[in-house]
DNA sequence: ATCCATGATTTATA
DNA sequence: TATAAATCATGGAT
């Protein structure tokens, strides 16, 4: 705001402070017997261009009209213009255009990327989609934090369209009422179209520097946002008990070999709706933390051995052999050396 | 508020 | 490259 302001009044410097040079060339040009009251009079006048900021609104006003119903009026304008011929001539070389702040562009197709300032709904269901990706593509569960997700998206989408509008509106107020303002000095001071062309890149400069801030703070929220809702990691979430089951099932029921094979992993996965590698990180943890502290676990090793050998009894007793637990252990087979020959394919 | 369980990540190792 | 081991960070119980 303050550089409109100080253009502004630089322009009006230059306008004014190019006055001073004025009386004396009327005085000179003008020997004659009514120029003492004229000169009088513009001087009165130009008092009052000078002293118009002290006025009030109406004052000014009435300045204004004065001034410009003066039948000086026309030559002060042309003395005016001369003026600023000899002084606007630094204005000219500034640059015109602007280069994309890459910045800027950044924030941009962020927000696009995230679905907030992308069209309504599409925008929503790309971020979903992300979401799921993001997630490891973890199971059912999370549906919910998913439509979560998707509300506190859409209160930041909404927040920053309206606030996005907010600038827009106050933006085009602005532009137009400096264009108006502009328009109705330029009655009274010279001003090119050029120079309020300058006024509005000006202003729209520095409201979309105001957007940009914005922006920013959109992508903070939804960065913010993302790693509370999307980061694997952050949300950690216990798997559900079936799965822990299954992969309990198993680890006990190869204690001495608790080595899943790619195809065992896959099929685990499958059964307990996550990913191989979670399961790879489970029994890295299992295993790890199992032999760490056997006598924790000795209870938990003692339910899944008792529970196989039930499966596994119930299973010969219907004489299906072709779907029994493949050699279940008892516990503690791992990690003591182990001596069964339990190879599974690896 | 604190502690423990647990899934994920990182680093080291063979 | 798969795994071991250490570590991180959260969920959930207390």
């Known amino acids: 705001m303050d550089e409109q302001t100080r253009l502004m009044h630089s322009h009006t410097g230059v306008g004014m402070a190019g006055h001073p040079g004025l009386p004396q060339h009327m005085q000179e040009g003008t020997g004659g017997t009514d120029g003492d009251g004229r000169k009088q009079d513009i001087g009165d006048i130009l008092q009052q261009i000078m002293t118009i900021t002290d006025q009030s609104l109406d004052e000014a006003q009435a300045r204004k009209h004065a001034l410009n119903c003066h039948r000086m009026k026309p030559a002060l304008f042309n003395v005016l213009c001369e003026i600023k011929e000899k002084t606007v001539l630094s204005i000219r070389g500034t640059q015109e255009d602007e280069p994309p702040d890459p910045q800027l562009m950044r924030l941009d197709n962020m927000l696009l ?6 069209p309504e709904k599409g925008g929503g269901s790309a971020a979903a989609a992300a979401a799921a990706a993001a997630s490891g593509g973890a199971g059912p569960d999370n549906s919910a934090e998913h439509s979560d997700y998707r509300t506190k998206l859409t209160q930041i989408r909404q927040i920053y369209h309206t606030e996005l509008e907010k600038y827009e509106q106050a933006c085009n107020e ?3 009422h400096v264009m108006n303002l502009l328009r109705e000095q330029s009655r009274t001071r010279p001003i090119s179209p050029k120079e309020i062309e300058r006024m509005v890149n000006i202003i729209h400069r520095k409201f979309s520097s105001i957007q940009m801030q914005l922006k ?3 992508c903070e929220a939804v960065m913010i946002l ?7 990691r ?3 979430r216990n798997f559900n008990k079936q799965a822990t089951e299954i992969l309990n099932e198993y680890f006990y029921s190869h204690l001495s070999n608790p080595y899943p094979s790619e195809e065992a992993k896959e099929e685990l996965a499958k059964k307990c709706a996550i990913t191989v590698a979670q399961v790879s990180n489970w029994f890295g943890n299992k295993r790890i933390r199992y032999k760490k502290n056997i006598g924790k676990f000795q209870e938990e090793a003692n339910m899944y051995a008792a529970r ?3 499966n596994a009894a119930n299973a010969s007793s219907h004489g299906s052999q072709a779907n029994s637990p493949s050699t279940p252990n008892s516990a503690g087979g791992y990690p003591s050396p182990c001596y069964q020959s339990d190879r599974r394919i690896q």
């Open 226 to 232: 993302r790693s509370r809702f999307l980061d694997a």
């Open 113 to 118: 990327a995230e679905g907030v300032s992308g």
């Open 174 to 176: 602005f532009t137009t």
């Open 216 to 218: 920013q703070s959109t």
């Open 234 to 236: 952050r949300k950690r």
């Open 308 to 310: 196989t050998a039930v």
